[in-house]
């Protein structure tokens, strides 16, 4: 079983930027594609971003495209997001989530396997 636990998340200013951290225990990650994913008030949880099991691809959501980086440490067993020019629309609690043996591209809320408890990210001025 793998637990996963959110870190770093907070309030910011538009422009701004955070980084994420999302700690992983119970079983190494070497093995899991790893996804970032946001649900804002009222909303769907959406996909925000991915990398491959072996760490070689990623990809991301239209809207964070340019500004957000998706990065994993399979040696320390976490996985991060770089999230710079913060926007108010970007205000959601993100999630991250993991994937036996994922592909980058081919992970979506109702196809990972194991899922943190979230970290709010609120960007207002």
């Known amino acids: 079983q793998v637990q996963l636990v959110e870190s770093w998340g907070g309030l910011v200013k538009p422009g701004g930027s955070l980084r994420l951290s999302c700690a992983a225990s119970?079983?190494?990650?070497?093995?899991?594609?790893m996804g970032w994913f946001r649900q804002a008030p009222g909303k769907e949880r959406d996909f925000v971003a991915d990398?491959?099991?072996?760490?070689?691809?990623?990809y991301y959501a239209d809207s964070v495209k340019g500004r957000f980086t998706i990065s994993r440490d399979n040696a320390n067993n976490t996985l991060s997001l770089q999230m710079n020019s913060l926007r108010p629309e970007d205000t959601a609690v993100y999630y991250c989530?993991?994937?036996?043996?994922?592909?980058?591209?081919?992970?979506?809320?109702?196809?990972?396997?194991?899922w943190g408890t979230g970290t709010l990210v609120t960007v207002s001025s």
């Open positions: 990398v491959s099991w072996s760490g070689g691809s990623t």
């Open positions: 989530a993991a994937k036996a043996w994922g592909t980058a591209q081919a992970m979506d809320v109702m196809s990972m396997n194991h």
């Open positions: 119970g079983r190494t990650l070497s093995n899991y594609g």
